[in-house]
Protein backbone atom coordinates (compact mmCIF):
# COMPACT_ATOMS: atom_id res chain seq x y z
CA UNK A 1 0.00 0.00 0.00
CA UNK A 2 1.56 3.84 -0.84
CA UNK A 3 1.93 5.84 2.04
CA UNK A 4 1.20 9.59 1.21
CA UNK A 5 2.91 11.63 3.70
CA UNK A 6 -0.24 12.57 5.47
CA UNK A 7 0.75 16.26 6.74
CA UNK A 8 -1.84 18.62 5.52
CA UNK A 9 -2.22 22.55 6.15
CA UNK A 10 -5.62 24.12 6.14
CA UNK A 11 -6.71 25.51 3.03
CA UNK A 12 -5.04 28.90 2.71
CA UNK A 13 -7.88 30.72 0.60
CA UNK A 14 -10.34 32.32 3.17
CA UNK A 15 -13.48 31.15 1.53
CA UNK A 16 -12.58 27.76 1.45
CA UNK A 17 -12.13 27.26 4.92
CA UNK A 18 -14.66 25.93 7.55
CA UNK A 19 -14.77 27.16 10.84
CA UNK A 20 -12.22 24.63 12.87
CA UNK A 21 -10.41 24.09 9.48
CA UNK A 22 -10.89 20.53 10.49
CA UNK A 23 -10.59 19.12 6.71
CA UNK A 24 -8.78 20.35 3.71
CA UNK A 25 -10.73 20.88 0.37
CA UNK A 26 -11.76 17.78 -1.12
CA UNK A 27 -9.85 17.84 -4.25
CA UNK A 28 -6.83 17.53 -1.64
CA UNK A 29 -5.27 14.43 -1.80
CA UNK A 30 -6.30 12.29 1.32
CA UNK A 31 -4.09 8.67 2.16
CA UNK A 32 -6.09 5.93 0.76
CA UNK A 33 -8.09 4.40 3.03
CA UNK A 34 -6.82 0.58 3.94
CA UNK A 35 -7.77 -2.17 1.55
CA UNK A 36 -9.83 -4.66 3.16
CA UNK A 37 -8.69 -8.01 4.47
CA UNK A 38 -9.89 -10.99 2.65
CA UNK A 39 -11.63 -12.86 5.54
CA UNK A 40 -12.96 -15.81 3.18
CA UNK A 41 -10.38 -18.61 4.34
CA UNK A 42 -11.17 -17.60 8.23
CA UNK A 43 -14.60 -18.70 7.47
CA UNK A 44 -14.17 -21.90 7.06
CA UNK A 45 -11.81 -22.66 9.75
CA UNK A 46 -14.22 -20.67 12.26
CA UNK A 47 -17.09 -22.82 11.21
CA UNK A 48 -15.35 -25.90 11.51
CA UNK A 49 -13.62 -24.88 14.97
CA UNK A 50 -17.04 -24.20 15.95
CA UNK A 51 -18.40 -27.19 15.43
CA UNK A 52 -15.66 -28.80 16.92
CA UNK A 53 -16.24 -27.57 20.61
CA UNK A 54 -20.47 -27.43 19.86
CA UNK A 55 -19.64 -31.52 20.07
CA UNK A 56 -17.71 -31.62 22.58
CA UNK A 57 -18.89 -29.25 24.86
CA UNK A 58 -22.70 -31.00 23.84
CA UNK A 59 -21.17 -34.05 24.55
CA UNK A 60 -19.84 -33.38 28.49
CA UNK A 61 -22.66 -31.99 29.24
CA UNK A 62 -25.26 -34.37 28.20
CA UNK A 63 -22.68 -36.98 29.87
CA UNK A 64 -22.69 -35.19 33.00
CA UNK A 65 -26.11 -34.19 33.33
CA UNK A 66 -27.58 -37.81 31.73
CA UNK A 67 -26.50 -40.60 30.47
CA UNK A 68 -25.13 -40.34 27.23
CA UNK A 69 -27.70 -41.19 24.36
CA UNK A 70 -25.76 -41.17 20.93
CA UNK A 71 -28.39 -42.03 19.13
CA UNK A 72 -30.31 -38.75 20.62
CA UNK A 73 -27.15 -36.48 20.71
CA UNK A 74 -26.38 -37.13 16.92
CA UNK A 75 -30.27 -36.83 15.57
CA UNK A 76 -29.84 -33.34 17.51
CA UNK A 77 -26.54 -32.66 15.90
CA UNK A 78 -28.06 -33.60 12.36
CA UNK A 79 -31.26 -31.56 12.63
CA UNK A 80 -29.34 -28.69 13.78
CA UNK A 81 -27.01 -28.80 10.64
CA UNK A 82 -29.95 -29.84 7.87
CA UNK A 83 -31.78 -26.43 9.69
CA UNK A 84 -28.43 -23.95 9.25
CA UNK A 85 -27.78 -25.69 5.62
CA UNK A 86 -31.36 -24.61 4.86
CA UNK A 87 -30.78 -20.96 5.82
CA UNK A 88 -26.83 -21.40 4.20
CA UNK A 89 -28.00 -22.78 0.08
CA UNK A 90 -30.61 -20.09 0.56
CA UNK A 91 -27.96 -16.92 1.00
CA UNK A 92 -25.77 -18.89 -1.26
CA UNK A 93 -28.87 -18.88 -3.93
CA UNK A 94 -28.71 -14.88 -3.39
CA UNK A 95 -24.97 -14.28 -3.76
CA UNK A 96 -24.19 -13.94 -0.17
CA UNK A 97 -20.15 -13.36 0.68
CA UNK A 98 -18.71 -14.70 3.37
CA UNK A 99 -20.68 -17.67 4.22
CA UNK A 100 -20.38 -19.92 6.87
CA UNK A 101 -22.47 -21.73 9.59
CA UNK A 102 -21.32 -21.30 13.53
CA UNK A 103 -22.39 -23.67 15.99
CA UNK A 104 -22.82 -22.11 19.64
CA UNK A 105 -22.61 -25.50 22.13
CA UNK A 106 -25.63 -26.76 23.97
CA UNK A 107 -27.68 -23.94 21.93
CA UNK A 108 -27.67 -24.61 18.22
CA UNK A 109 -25.82 -22.78 15.22
CA UNK A 110 -26.59 -19.57 13.03
CA UNK A 111 -25.66 -19.63 9.41
CA UNK A 112 -24.04 -16.39 8.25
CA UNK A 113 -23.06 -14.46 5.25
CA UNK A 114 -23.02 -10.66 4.17
CA UNK A 115 -24.30 -9.23 1.21
CA UNK A 116 -24.89 -5.30 -0.01
CA UNK A 117 -28.39 -4.51 -0.40
CA UNK A 118 -30.09 -6.38 1.40
CA UNK A 119 -33.75 -7.13 0.85
CA UNK A 120 -37.14 -7.70 2.80
CA UNK A 121 -38.45 -10.82 0.01
CA UNK A 122 -34.73 -12.51 -0.12
CA UNK A 123 -34.48 -12.38 3.63
CA UNK A 124 -37.04 -13.31 4.47
CA UNK A 125 -37.11 -16.83 2.35
CA UNK A 126 -33.82 -16.85 3.88
CA UNK A 127 -35.01 -17.13 7.34
CA UNK A 128 -37.45 -19.15 6.71
CA UNK A 129 -35.64 -21.88 4.72
CA UNK A 130 -34.02 -22.99 7.93
CA UNK A 131 -37.23 -24.43 9.42
CA UNK A 132 -39.32 -25.37 6.96
CA UNK A 133 -37.50 -28.10 5.06
CA UNK A 134 -36.76 -29.63 8.07
CA UNK A 135 -40.80 -29.44 9.46
CA UNK A 136 -41.78 -30.95 5.54
CA UNK A 137 -39.39 -33.43 6.31
CA UNK A 138 -40.29 -34.22 9.31
CA UNK A 139 -44.05 -34.36 8.33
CA UNK A 140 -43.55 -36.75 5.66
CA UNK A 141 -40.85 -39.22 7.87
CA UNK A 142 -44.05 -39.57 10.33
CA UNK A 143 -46.34 -40.31 7.33
CA UNK A 144 -43.49 -43.34 6.56
CA UNK A 145 -43.67 -44.62 10.32
CA UNK A 146 -46.90 -44.70 10.46
CA UNK A 147 -47.61 -46.86 7.42
CA UNK A 148 -45.38 -49.08 8.95
CA UNK A 149 -42.82 -49.38 5.59
CA UNK A 150 -40.03 -50.18 8.36
CA UNK A 151 -40.47 -53.66 9.68
CA UNK A 152 -38.78 -53.50 13.20
CA UNK A 153 -39.90 -52.16 16.23
CA UNK A 154 -36.82 -49.97 17.44
CA UNK A 155 -36.25 -48.18 13.70
CA UNK A 156 -40.05 -47.44 13.33
CA UNK A 157 -39.30 -45.95 17.32
CA UNK A 158 -36.28 -43.83 16.47
CA UNK A 159 -37.48 -42.82 12.90
CA UNK A 160 -40.80 -41.48 14.87
CA UNK A 161 -38.91 -39.70 17.57
CA UNK A 162 -36.44 -38.20 14.76
CA UNK A 163 -39.63 -37.16 13.11
CA UNK A 164 -41.12 -35.48 15.94
CA UNK A 165 -38.01 -33.77 16.56
CA UNK A 166 -37.47 -32.26 13.41
CA UNK A 167 -41.24 -31.11 13.68
CA UNK A 168 -40.33 -29.68 17.43
CA UNK A 169 -37.06 -28.02 17.31
CA UNK A 170 -37.85 -26.28 13.93
CA UNK A 171 -41.47 -25.15 15.01
CA UNK A 172 -39.60 -23.74 18.27
CA UNK A 173 -37.39 -21.68 15.87
CA UNK A 174 -40.39 -20.46 14.33
CA UNK A 175 -41.63 -18.73 17.72
CA UNK A 176 -41.98 -15.35 17.74
CA UNK A 177 -38.84 -14.14 19.73
CA UNK A 178 -36.03 -12.57 19.07
CA UNK A 179 -33.03 -13.83 17.98
CA UNK A 180 -35.17 -16.46 16.69
CA UNK A 181 -35.84 -17.06 13.02
CA UNK A 182 -39.96 -16.30 14.13
CA UNK A 183 -39.11 -13.34 15.68
CA UNK A 184 -36.70 -12.03 12.67
CA UNK A 185 -38.92 -13.19 10.54
CA UNK A 186 -41.61 -10.89 11.81
CA UNK A 187 -39.12 -7.89 12.65
CA UNK A 188 -37.98 -8.19 9.09
CA UNK A 189 -41.70 -8.13 7.53
CA UNK A 190 -42.54 -5.02 9.99
CA UNK A 191 -39.85 -2.99 9.50
CA UNK A 192 -39.89 0.72 9.65
CA UNK A 193 -37.92 3.52 9.32
CA UNK A 194 -37.43 4.37 13.10
CA UNK A 195 -37.01 0.73 13.76
CA UNK A 196 -39.18 1.53 17.01
CA UNK A 197 -41.15 -2.10 16.31
CA UNK A 198 -37.92 -3.71 16.13
CA UNK A 199 -37.05 -2.34 19.70
CA UNK A 200 -40.23 -2.69 21.06
CA UNK A 201 -40.13 -6.34 19.90
CA UNK A 202 -36.69 -6.75 20.73
CA UNK A 203 -37.40 -5.57 24.70
CA UNK A 204 -40.72 -7.63 24.82
CA UNK A 205 -38.74 -10.66 23.65
CA UNK A 206 -35.46 -10.20 26.17
CA UNK A 207 -38.41 -9.50 28.92
CA UNK A 208 -40.16 -12.96 28.32
CA UNK A 209 -37.45 -14.58 28.20
CA UNK A 210 -36.02 -13.44 31.46
CA UNK A 211 -39.15 -13.98 32.75
CA UNK A 212 -39.00 -17.38 31.57
CA UNK A 213 -35.59 -18.10 32.70
CA UNK A 214 -36.39 -16.74 36.27
CA UNK A 215 -39.51 -18.95 36.49
CA UNK A 216 -38.05 -22.26 35.85
CA UNK A 217 -34.69 -21.34 37.80
CA UNK A 218 -31.94 -21.88 34.90
CA UNK A 219 -30.25 -18.86 35.36
CA UNK A 220 -27.49 -19.48 32.64
CA UNK A 221 -30.41 -18.62 29.97
CA UNK A 222 -30.22 -15.26 31.50
CA UNK A 223 -27.59 -14.67 29.34
CA UNK A 224 -29.84 -14.27 26.19
CA UNK A 225 -31.78 -11.34 27.24
CA UNK A 226 -28.99 -9.54 28.42
CA UNK A 227 -27.05 -10.03 24.95
CA UNK A 228 -30.39 -8.88 22.86
CA UNK A 229 -30.11 -5.90 25.18
CA UNK A 230 -26.53 -5.54 24.89
CA UNK A 231 -27.24 -5.77 20.53
CA UNK A 232 -30.09 -3.32 20.75
CA UNK A 233 -28.07 -0.57 22.51
CA UNK A 234 -25.34 -1.08 19.85
CA UNK A 235 -28.02 -0.93 16.96
CA UNK A 236 -29.30 2.18 18.48
CA UNK A 237 -26.02 3.94 18.56
CA UNK A 238 -24.97 2.58 15.31
CA UNK A 239 -28.84 4.26 14.04
CA UNK A 240 -27.56 7.83 15.88
CA UNK A 241 -23.78 7.48 14.03
CA UNK A 242 -25.34 6.66 10.93
CA UNK A 243 -27.67 9.56 11.16
CA UNK A 244 -24.79 11.61 12.30
CA UNK A 245 -22.53 10.90 9.33
CA UNK A 246 -25.81 11.36 6.84
CA UNK A 247 -25.64 14.86 8.08
CA UNK A 248 -22.46 15.65 6.75
CA UNK A 249 -23.74 14.61 3.65
CA UNK A 250 -22.14 11.30 3.28
CA UNK A 251 -24.61 8.69 2.03
CA UNK A 252 -23.80 5.63 3.39
CA UNK A 253 -25.79 3.27 1.22
CA UNK A 254 -22.37 1.76 0.00
CA UNK A 255 -19.79 -0.79 -0.03
CA UNK A 256 -16.86 0.00 1.40
CA UNK A 257 -14.99 -0.30 -2.27
CA UNK A 258 -17.09 2.94 -3.44
CA UNK A 259 -16.55 5.10 -0.58
CA UNK A 260 -13.87 7.85 -1.35
CA UNK A 261 -10.66 8.30 0.68
CA UNK A 262 -12.25 11.84 1.81
CA UNK A 263 -15.08 10.08 2.94
CA UNK A 264 -13.21 7.62 4.78
CA UNK A 265 -10.90 9.76 6.59
CA UNK A 266 -14.23 12.27 6.93
CA UNK A 267 -16.76 9.14 8.83
CA UNK A 268 -13.42 8.03 10.91
CA UNK A 269 -13.33 11.69 12.18
CA UNK A 270 -16.92 11.39 13.10
CA UNK A 271 -16.72 8.18 14.87
CA UNK A 272 -13.55 8.85 17.02
CA UNK A 273 -15.69 12.28 18.24
CA UNK A 274 -18.82 10.35 19.15
CA UNK A 275 -16.35 7.94 20.86
CA UNK A 276 -17.06 4.57 19.18
CA UNK A 277 -16.20 2.25 22.00
CA UNK A 278 -13.37 0.56 19.55
CA UNK A 279 -11.77 3.47 18.66
CA UNK A 280 -10.63 5.15 21.87
CA UNK A 281 -6.91 5.01 21.51
CA UNK A 282 -7.19 6.61 17.72
CA UNK A 283 -6.41 9.47 17.24
CA UNK A 284 -8.95 12.23 15.03
CA UNK A 285 -7.00 13.51 11.55
CA UNK A 286 -5.45 15.67 11.13
CA UNK A 287 -2.65 14.72 10.93
CA UNK A 288 -3.89 12.05 8.60
CA UNK A 289 -2.10 9.02 9.76
CA UNK A 290 -2.91 5.67 9.84
CA UNK A 291 -3.42 4.61 13.65
CA UNK A 292 -1.79 1.50 14.65
CA UNK A 293 -5.36 0.28 14.76
CA UNK A 294 -6.31 1.52 11.80
CA UNK A 295 -7.72 -2.25 11.36
CA UNK A 296 -10.66 -1.23 14.02
CA UNK A 297 -11.45 1.78 11.94
CA UNK A 298 -12.35 -0.05 8.54
CA UNK A 299 -14.83 -2.52 10.65
CA UNK A 300 -16.30 -0.08 12.50
CA UNK A 301 -16.91 2.12 9.42
CA UNK A 302 -18.39 -1.74 7.46
CA UNK A 303 -20.48 -1.82 10.28
CA UNK A 304 -21.96 1.85 9.10
CA UNK A 305 -22.45 0.68 5.86
CA UNK A 306 -25.54 -0.41 3.69
CA UNK A 307 -27.78 -0.54 7.19
CA UNK A 308 -30.79 -0.13 5.44
CA UNK A 309 -32.87 -3.05 4.20
CA UNK A 310 -34.79 -2.85 0.82
CA UNK A 311 -38.57 -3.31 1.14
CA UNK A 312 -39.19 -5.11 -1.39
CA UNK A 313 -42.39 -6.89 -0.29
CA UNK A 314 -45.94 -6.16 -1.38
CA UNK A 315 -48.72 -6.70 1.02
CA UNK A 316 -49.90 -9.77 -0.52
CA UNK A 317 -46.07 -11.27 -0.11
CA UNK A 318 -46.25 -10.18 3.67
CA UNK A 319 -49.61 -11.87 3.61
CA UNK A 320 -48.41 -15.08 2.15
CA UNK A 321 -45.43 -15.44 4.60
CA UNK A 322 -47.45 -14.62 7.46
CA UNK A 323 -49.97 -17.71 6.46
CA UNK A 324 -46.74 -20.08 6.33
CA UNK A 325 -45.53 -19.03 9.42
CA UNK A 326 -48.56 -19.31 10.93
CA UNK A 327 -49.54 -22.48 9.22
CA UNK A 328 -46.57 -24.77 11.10
CA UNK A 329 -47.62 -24.28 14.24
CA UNK A 330 -50.81 -25.89 12.87
CA UNK A 331 -48.78 -29.22 11.82
CA UNK A 332 -47.99 -30.96 15.40
CA UNK A 333 -52.34 -30.28 15.96
CA UNK A 334 -53.03 -31.99 12.60
CA UNK A 335 -50.71 -34.74 13.48
CA UNK A 336 -51.90 -35.18 16.20
CA UNK A 337 -48.32 -35.11 18.27
CA UNK A 338 -47.88 -35.34 21.63
CA UNK A 339 -45.96 -32.74 22.34
CA UNK A 340 -43.89 -33.33 25.94
CA UNK A 341 -41.76 -36.36 24.13
CA UNK A 342 -38.63 -34.85 25.59
CA UNK A 343 -39.23 -37.79 27.85
CA UNK A 344 -37.80 -40.07 25.32
CA UNK A 345 -35.71 -42.49 26.07
CA UNK A 346 -33.82 -44.79 23.96
CA UNK A 347 -33.47 -48.67 24.75
ZN1 LIG B 1 -32.64 -20.78 11.78
Redesign the pocket.
Known amino acids: MENIPPHFSPDPRPENRDANDTFPEPSAGYPPKPELENKKGNVWIRSITSLALYLLIGYYFFSYFFSVNWALLLILTAIVIF ?2 LG ?1 FLAMKTFHYKELGIFFIPLLGA ?1 ASGTKREVSQKQSAII ?1 LA ?2 MPGIIIGIILLLVSNNHFVEDFYHIDLLKWTARLLIFLNIL ?1 LLPIYPL ?1 GGQLLNRLFLDESRLVEKIFVVVSALALGYFAVRISFYPLLVFPAMMLFRLRNETRFDALTRKVEEQGINLEKTYEEITDEEYWRIRNILIENNYSTLRNVNPAPPYEYSAYENRVVSAIENLLQRTVIQDLSWFGKLIIILVWAGSFAVPFLFNMDIPFLSYHAR
Open positions: HEHYLGPND
